[in-house]
């Protein structure tokens, strides 16, 4: 019977054109939504690497004064006396490209003659410790790293998999601005949000007491709340006279990179479930049309021995030949994407995305197809035969 | 082997009630020729219909080889109506998608059977209506005579004991009425089938064992 549908719709083939491009043109939709789902899916799976709550970000701006060397000393004054208070458990200056903020920095990195593009961050030796990084090997750099030849740097494990590939990277010299040694690795770095990839990078050290950033993460203690934020900020706003200050929450931030991959999303998905909606109605109608032009075969079919069953598994079948065809279209294009690597995604993910458009356009032939079956099922041959 | 007692087929709507067939009482024996006759709107579709299971009567009996069939599920119907039944209709009915032979072939879809028995059975049913050299073709390439020719393959190819022709010939030319006929008598008396033709035609009609008239729905003895 396989045979004989596979035959009936090939003879078909310019009455099944429009409906084939129809499914196929929504498979590629839904293939190029889902590729972004299923990245974005994994990417949520990963550990973020870092602990983001219950840290703040305290934004130092000097209205007036932009000289970094006079700003030392305020920046200095103002750590000390974020560090005094009882409820802070860490503190770390960092550069601006501070986690879940909008900056970044980039640069190119070499090992040899294998180079890989990297986040730079700066950030002090109490870093680990405020954002509770994870590391997977070494160590990292701090106060005992000062004098050495090379400036100590700590990778993340996705730098370290561009660079050294399965090799142990501690203690390889790498080239940025100057030579740097490896001396830890991080495990996970998500700093873009929930549903970005873990990044590439390096933490510089910042010397103590020099290049102070005006970004300080603040580690408080869990359950601290509004009253010591205004207690910090009034502070702050009393210690460093005509200076801007606000406080953040990372989790406000994180909340708001999400929205950043999370809208675009959201859209596609409408747009997506729009357009599987109209090929639903067009399939529909395209079905029950059918159904009334061939009310003489069905007729004809329950005469010579089709059941109502059959009759309904027939129709049925035809749409799924004609999805098959069309899917058999797009999967040809879909598979030159992990092939060609148009995009930067695994092949795993392609992979994932194809299977799960194929079975949603199966299944949703089948479901669009239930209704204009049974109802060809029903027909009473007599009168089909007769109608025609 | 077909015995109709006391059937009556009614057709209603919300307004109308329709009386198609009134007490028909017909019996149709092994090997035997019988043709249906009547004017237009007589009831001889409505009866061959019933004959063949493709309708249910309002009232009455039918029995088949001294088996009733009513209470019969779809899929025995179906069954008996793929292995029992050979239907020839009026307007052919054949699938323009699809090729001579695989027209022919669509009765063994419904039963068990492989693709090469299908398509051997189905050759020596195209053989034996004449259209050997059309197998590939596709009905809307054909006369209306081969197309005809092609229901009748398709009608015997899965070797039914009976076979129901619904105006065979009423989109025929005479002669080419004439080769269909020629083809009925030809499976009633050579192959032995039993065949009920539903016919206009009082010469064709002639041709046959036996002739049931029919008018206003009821039989005309």
Redesign the interface.
């Known amino acids: ?1 396989i ?2 549908l596979f ?2 719709i090939w ?2 083939k310019r009455k099944s054109f429009l409906l084939i491009t129809e499914i196929f043109f929504s498979f590629m939709v839904l293939f190029a939504v889902l590729s972004l789902m299923v990245k974005y899916i994994q990417n949520y799976s990963k550990p973020m690497g870092f602990e983001y709550e219950n840290v703040w970000v305290v934004n130092l701006d000097n209205l007036t004064e932009t000289e970094t060397d006079s700003l030392g000393t305020p920046f200095h004054q103002a750590r000390e006396f974020i560090a005094s208070f009882p409820e802070v458990e860490a503190v770390s200056f960092a550069s601006q490209n501070l986690p879940f903020a909008a900056s970044t920095h980039n640069s190119s990195v070499k090992y040899g003659n294998i180079s890989s593009m990297a986040h730079i961050y700066t950030v002090e030796d109490t870093y680990p410790k405020t954002m509770n990084l994870q590391m997977s090997k070494g160590r990292w750099f701090n106060k005992t790293d000062q004098g050495t030849k090379y400036q100590p740097i700590v990778i993340t494990e996705q730098l370290s998999q561009n660079l050294f590939g399965n090799e142990n990277p501690i203690g390889k010299i790498i080239k940025a601005d100057t030579t740097h040694k490896v001396v830890g690795v991080v495990a996970s770095y998500k700093d873009k949000g929930d549903f970005t990839d873990p990044v590439a990078g390096i933490f510089f050290p910042i010397s103590a007491g020099k290049d102070y950033k005006s970004n300080i993460l603040v580690k408080v203690k869990p359950g601290t709340g509004a009253i010591f934020e205004a207690k910090l900020f009034k502070g702050l706003g009393g210690l460093l006279r005509g200076w801007n200050v606000e406080i953040e929450h990372l989790t406000d931030k994180k909340a708001n990179q999400n929205k950043v991959v999370f809208i675009p999303m959201t859209v596609l998905l409408i747009v997506c479930t729009f357009l599987i909606f109209n090929v639903s109605l067009g399939l529909f109608g395209i079905l029950w049309q059918n159904i009334n032009q061939r009310k ?2 069905i ?12 009759i309904s598994k027939q129709f049925i079948g035809e749409v799924m030949v004609i999805a098959t065809f069309a899917l058999i279209i797009g999967l040809f294009f879909a598979v030159q994407f992990p092939l060609l690597h148009v995009f930067d995604l695994a092949a795993d993910i392609y992979l994932i995305a194809m299977l799960i458009s194929v079975i949603v356009i199966y299944l949703l032939v089948m479901v669009c197809a239930f209704n204009p079956s049974r109802q060809a099922a029903s027909i ?3 009168m089909a ?2 109608e ?1 | 082997m077909i015995k109709l007692e006391n059937i009556e087929k009614v057709y209603q709507t919300k307004t109308i009630e329709t009386l198609a067939l009134n007490q028909i009482n017909v019996e149709i024996k092994k090997g035997e020729f019988l043709s249906i006759m009547g004017p237009s709107g007589c009831g001889k579709s409505t009866l061959l219909n019933i004959m063949g299971l493709l309708d249910e009567p309002s009232k009455g009996n039918i029995t088949i080889d001294d088996e009733p069939i009513t209470n019969y599920s779809d899929k025995k119907l179906a069954a008996f109506r793929n292995k029992t039944l050979g239907f020839i209709f009026q307007s052919f009915h054949l699938i323009n998608d699809l090729s001579v032979v695989d027209n022919v072939e669509l009765p063994l879809l419904y039963r068990t059977s492989s693709a090469k028995e299908r398509r051997k059975l189905a050759e020596e049913a195209l053989e034996k209506v004449g259209l050997s050299n059309r197998m590939k073709h596709f009905p809307t390439q054909l006369s209306g005579g081969q197309k005809q020719r092609v229901a009748i393959a398709r009608a015997i190819v899965g070797r039914p004991r009976i076979i129901l022709a619904d105006e065979p010939t009423g989109n025929l030319d005479s002669v080419m009425g004439n080769e269909i006929m020629n083809i009925l008598t030809q499976l009633n008396e050579k192959d032995g089938a039993t065949v009920v033709m539903v016919t206009h035609d009082e010469q064709m009609a002639k041709r046959t064992h036996r002739l049931v008239r029919l008018f206003d729905g009821s039989q005309v003895f």
Request: aromatic share 0%.
């Open positions: 019977m045979k004989h035959k009936l003879n078909q003489g075969e007729g004809l079919r329950r005469a010579i021995g089709a059941t109502e069953k059959d009473q041959p007599a035969l007769h025609e």
